[in-house]
């Protein structure tokens, strides 16, 4: 960029006007680095929790797992997922999945033909699944927030280390040019003007 310039004055206005945009974008990018290193830091611990959250769940089912296994009940045909419910939320101009709800398809079963611990095995079941989902959704909306500050952190480093001061360059080296160049013509002037009034004498 630096070697590519052209030396005069609509170069200069080029060069003071994509200095100009760049300053005052680069404040905006700052701003949505810190946005998201500030939700980033936020959703970590919502994430751990989550976490032990699943954890407890698959210990409190745990103890059932021989129950499970009985041919008398397929309890996987009974707590079947119909839809992950997630909506759409805007994180420092990036669009996240929020988790709404797990609905479960609605599958009826006999009271008296399935085993009394049916009822509280099955909401111990959905209440897994949708911590689960969640947690699913939760590591989702992390990554998709880590690739932009990623971006955004590449983008604040262009610049900051090489746009801004490449621009910043290549105004001194014009103002220089052009500065030699007027005070080179004011010189020629005088010279033209002593040997007009030399052969005037």
């Known amino acids: 960029m630096a070697g590519q310039i052209k030396l005069n004055k609509s170069s200069l206005k ?29 959703l970590e611990p919502v994430i751990e929790a989550k976490a032990k959250e699943l954890e407890e769940a698959v210990r409190a089912i745990r103890p059932y797992a021989g129950l499970l296994s009985e041919p008398t009940v397929d309890v996987e045909d009974l707590v079947e997922v119909d839809e992950v419910r997630v909506q759409r939320d805007n994180v420092a101009g990036v669009s996240t999945p929020e988790f ?14 399935t085993p009394g611990w049916l009822d509280m095995v099955l909401d111990a079941l959905r ?75």
């Open 14 to 42: 080029i060069q003071r006007d994509a200095l100009k945009n760049y300053s005052s974008f680069l404040p905006i990018l700052v701003l949505k680095k810190m946005q998201l290193q500030l939700v980033l830091r936020q």
């Open 100 to 113: 709404l709800e797990v609905v479960f398809k609605d599958k009826p079963y006999s009271l008296f033909t």
């Open 127 to 201: 209440r897994l699944i949708s911590i689960r989902e969640e947690l699913k959704v939760l590591k989702e909306k992390d990554r998709l927030l880590r690739e932009e500050l990623r971006t955004t952190t590449q983008r604040v480093n262009l610049f900051e280390k090489r746009l801004i001061p490449e621009l910043k360059e290549n105004i001194r080296r014009i103002k220089i040019f052009l500065g030699d160049q007027e005070t080179a013509s004011v010189g020629w002037a005088k010279i033209a003007k002593s040997k007009l009034a030399a052969k005037e004498a």
